[in-house]
């Protein structure tokens, strides 16, 4: 199974219930690549209900029927995500694998420097946390959503959002105004913001090195159903490989190649073109 987040824009969210604004992205699951492209091409597009859709190229089906050579491709993978001790040791050893099949097949491999994923989980969830508060607070049973019929209007707000949203989601509104919150929002809300611009501006630059970057998708095998529930650190920690590439608006490919969850491809802003492609040739590849 292919799962694809495009390119921040790409795709228009009208309809959606917001979550993290700036970060939220609508792609499309299939089997095959094929699949993947066809449906990319038909949600892609600008909408006026939506304004941060940006005009894309479609991606051409023709590059799924020829062959790829590794030789025109430029690499790249974080050694702090490679180096990270969560990472469970057999899914760094075939990462590393794939890693050394690239270079036997003729791609140039460049090791990269980036932040810990430590910064990068809490710089997400902060910002992410920020905005779902905001989002979420015209859910009040007045306005929007079901409506509380108590006897005032302080009951009624709290009888609506105590039932109709879940813990994880009031753990994600009550962190939101806490970082929000006066006193709080310039030492942590504008410091991840800042952040964030810094991230972004380091992917620019390794999009002039490299054409791609080969990443893990999580750090371990995915846990039991409900299992993370319970553990709301280690569900966040699961995301230390995706929230990165999420931050910098990158379009990002997994594909079920390399580890026994797959492997990560991102490119540049609006490249979906030569992450598909590249995906085709790993399944030559690995």
């Known amino acids: 199974m292919y799962g694809l987040k495009p ?7 009208y309809g959606l219930m917001a979550y993290a604004s700036s970060t939220d ?6 089997n ?6 066809l449906v990319l091409n038909i949600m892609s597009g600008k909408d006026y209900h939506d304004q941060t859709t940006i005009k894309s190229t479609p991606v051409d089906l023709s590059i799924l029927e020829t062959k790829v050579s590794a030789k025109k491709y430029t690499v790249g993978y974080y050694k702090s995500f490679v180096e990270n ?10 990462f590393m694998d794939s890693i050394k099949k690239l270079k036997a097949a003729g791609a140039e491999i460049k090791e990269l420097d980036f932040y810990d994923v430590d910064t990068l989980v809490a710089t997400y969830y902060m910002l992410a946390m920020a905005e779902t508060a905001s989002n979420l607070s015209r859910l009040d049973g007045t306005n929007y959503g079901s409506r509380a019929d108590e006897k005032t209007l302080k009951e009624g707000y709290m009888l609506c959002r105590s ?3 879940t813990d994880e989601t009031k753990r994600r509104i009550v962190g939101g105004n806490q970082v929000l919150s006066q006193g709080h929002s310039e030492e942590i809300y504008l410091k991840a913001r ?19 970057i080969l990443s893990p998708v999580a750090p ?17 920690l699961s995301d230390a490989y995706t929230v990165g590439f999420s931050l910098g608006g990158l379009p990002t490919l997994t ?9 990560q491809i991102t490119a540049a802003k609006g490249q979906e073109q030569t992450i598909i492609e590249f995906a085709h040739l790993l399944n030559e590849v690995l």
């Open 85 to 94: 001790e969560a990472l469970d040791p057999q899914m760094k050893a075939d």
């Open 7 to 13: 390119t921040y824009g790409r795709i228009s969210r």
């Open 25 to 30: 992205c609508v792609g499309p699951f299939a």
């Open 255 to 263: 594909a079920p190649k390399g580890t026994e969850i797959g492997i």
């Open 220 to 236: 371990a095998l995915p846990p039991k159903i409900g299992e993370n529930l319970k553990k709301p650190l280690s569900m966040y």
């Open 163 to 165: 039932e109709n949203f």
């Open 32 to 37: 095959s690549l094929e699949d993947i492209t």
């Open 194 to 212: 800042s952040l964030r611009t810094q991230i972004m501006n380091s992917f620019d630059q390794e999009f002039k090195e490299t054409d791609i």
